[in-house]
């Protein structure tokens, strides 16, 4: 799988201890523990979500960039779990220049932890003491995860500044095999420089989206799901306007339902009979998988977002090709191809980008265009 991290490697510490709890590096046979954090912790909102790595949490690893997860347990029993937390090293534009970042992602805090203030500070003293550092940091958070969002945002003492640098949407949407114009070809190796340049200048124009490189894309090879031939292009006169990847991660990374708020607890059955009878994606029912496949890198420049409809119905017909029935994106709320994507039947799950400056650190200096990392890597 594609590693772009370009640091210098370094020996990291391996364990942190505070507070009667151990920090330390996962390794190897810690598969199993991972994977069931993942499984007992789900994402609250509308709908309440558990990302897993199925059959292996190492799988999903590495994916755009270089992972590094921590497993916190209680000091006197390393089989007794608290939590995990990992990060992912990879590069993006921020002011739109190419940077190195650490992306904060899963964390994940046992329930009879989660309201122990001291074990949610050490957790991020541990991300410093054991994990490659950067000049800049992000994550993001639930909308609707007010109590996390009061928390982390309160500037506390021993506590990194989290800061919202803008609002994303992770859209659902119905697969598709209606198509009255395909518009797009296949990427193939003569379109990498073409393509790398085009998602330069498309990128840099927004905070925390990927900076994809000739060396990643030459190296995909399909272990993680994605190779050259997953991308599509829209070429007008010869040169890329608009592009995207078909990304199927469900072999190693899934998405299953632990519950729904009221009324849809009550009325899902009702519901899918709506779905199913005006062409929207089924809500399936406690303990099954989203059946999706990311319609990921996504950039549409100047005057192709007028065919943004047909781009997307064209990417909607691929991922239904490859036997999903759900079609997930992620998009800046304010970014202009949102307004023809809200037009099409979806749900969405909105998400807080934060930056994150460590205690002591000099204020990271972001400018105001939208966010858009990608969704399919973080």
């Known amino acids: 799988m594609g590693n772009l991290a370009t640091h210098e490697p370094h020996e990291l510490q391996q364990e942190y201890k505070a507070g009667g709890v151990v920090y330390r590096r996962v390794t190897l046979d810690d598969d199993e523990s991972l994977r069931q954090v993942l499984r007992q912790i789900s994402m609250d909102s509308w709908v309440n979500v558990s990302t897993e790595h199925e059959p292996s949490y190492f799988e999903s690893t590495n ?9 916190a347990s209680t000091d006197d029993n390393k089989q007794s779990t608290v939590g995990i937390c990992s990060s992912v090293s990879m590069p993006v534009y921020i002011n739109g220049v190419a940077k190195q970042a650490g992306y904060l992602g899963e964390l994940r805090v046992l329930p009879e932890y989660c309201h122990k ?10 991300v410093q003491a054991l994990n490659q550092q950067h000049p800049y940091w992000f994550t993001s958070i639930a909308k609707e995860n007010s109590i996390a969002r009061r928390l982390l945002e309160a500037n506390l003492k021993g506590m990194p500044a989290y800061q919202p640098r803008g609002e994303l949407l992770t859209m659902a949407l119905p697969v598709s095999d209606k198509l009255k114009k395909n518009l797009l070809v296949h990427a193939t190796e003569d379109d990498i420089p073409a393509l790398v340049e085009f998602y330069r200048s498309h990128n840099a ?4 989206a990927p900076v994809i490189s000739e060396q990643w894309l030459r190296g995909l090879d399909g272990q993680s799901g994605l190779t050259i031939q997953d991308f599509w292009l829209l070429k007008v006169n010869g040169n890329i306007s608009a592009a995207f990847a078909i990304w199927d991660q469900r072999k190693f990374k899934q998405s299953v339902v632990r519950g729904y708020r009221f009324p849809l607890n009550m009325f899902r059955p009702l519901y899918n009979l709506y779905a199913n009878l005006s062409g929207r994606v089924t809500l399936p029912a406690v303990g099954e998988k989203i059946d999706y496949i990311f319609i990921a890198f996504l950039a549409v420049a100047g005057e192709a977002r007028e065919h943004t409809k047909t781009i997307i119905s064209t990417a909607r017909k691929l991922v239904k090709e490859k036997g999903a029935n759900v079609a997930m994106l992620g998009v800046s709320k304010l970014n202009p191809i949102t307004s023809y994507l809200e037009t099409i039947p979806h749900h969405a799950y909105s998400t807080v980008i934060e930056s994150v400056t460590w205690p002591k650190h000099a204020e990271q200096k972001i400018d105001n265009r939208l966010v858009q990392p990608e969704i399919a890597v973080i």
């Not at 994916?63 to 497993?71: K, N, P, R, S, V």
Request: proline share 0%; net charge neutral.
């Open 63 to 71: 994916l755009f960039g270089e992972t590094e997860t921590i497993l």
């Open 205 to 208: 124009g927004f905070q925390y």
């Open 117 to 126: 203030l001291s074990v949610i500070r050490n957790g991020f003293k541990s």
